[in-house]
């Protein structure tokens, strides 16, 4: 059963399949933080859109696995990225639930998206070939990233949960620790297995 797992894995059909989910995905994320990133001051641009940049990380890792490679550094900033922002994403839409009292059908496609991107990233962790430095690199800009969004005020817009700004920066700084944790047990404490696309 689990070889059949990572089969399905290695497929050409089933990257390609990915590919075509998320490509189309991260274009969409960035016209979602259109109306931020209108507003941003052009130096902290590439720290905004934080969901649609972990995609577009992914799209890459993807199209190194169909030409048969591997880009350890892209697939240490995917992994990470996906799950930090994917959970955030699930756990802000609900904490959005609870303030407002239900859940509107928009909330309900960003949990199940964002969930899935949690998800996708890890699946090929078997066959990323991260090392320790790729990770301090990725740390650094996950890190970099929460000062940004956190101390310059740049993290994305959600206005009903404003008041709560302090605890979600908390939260988010330690959903890094655990994003970047769990990438290192998953990928380089574990090593690797080959990857042969099929």
């Not at 009292?101 to 199940?112: D, H, K, Q, T």
Request: net charge positive.
């Amino acid at each position: 059963m689990i070889s059949q797992f990572f089969y399905l894995l290695k497929s050409r059909p089933f990257l390609w399949f990915l590919l075509i989910i998320n490509v189309p995905g991260t274009i969409y994320g960035y016209y979602w933080y259109g109306w931020q990133l209108a507003d941003t001051n052009p130096i902290f641009l590439l720290f905004v859109p934080d969901s649609p940049t972990a995609s577009l990380f992914f799209c890459f890792v993807l199209i190194a696995f169909l030409l048969g490679k591997n880009w350890p550094l892209m697939e240490s900033l995917a992994a990470v990225t996906l799950f930090k922002y994917g959970i955030w994403a699930v756990v802000m839409n609900m904490m959005v639930m609870v303030v407002e009292g239900e859940l509107s059908l928009i909330a309900l496609m960003l949990i199940f998206s964002h969930l899935g991107m949690a998800i996708e990233g890890l699946l090929f962790a078997p066959f990323y070939k991260i090392k320790p430095w790729h990770l301090i690199a990725v740390a650094i800009w996950t890190f970099h990233n929460d000062v940004i969004d956190y101390v310059f005020g740049q993290m994305p817009r959600y206005s009903m949960l404003s008041e709560y700004t302090s605890a979600i920066g908390y939260f988010t700084f330690w959903l890094s620790i655990v994003s970047l944790a769990l990438v290192y047990l998953l990928s380089v404490r574990k090593g690797h297995f080959k990857l042969s696309i099929r």
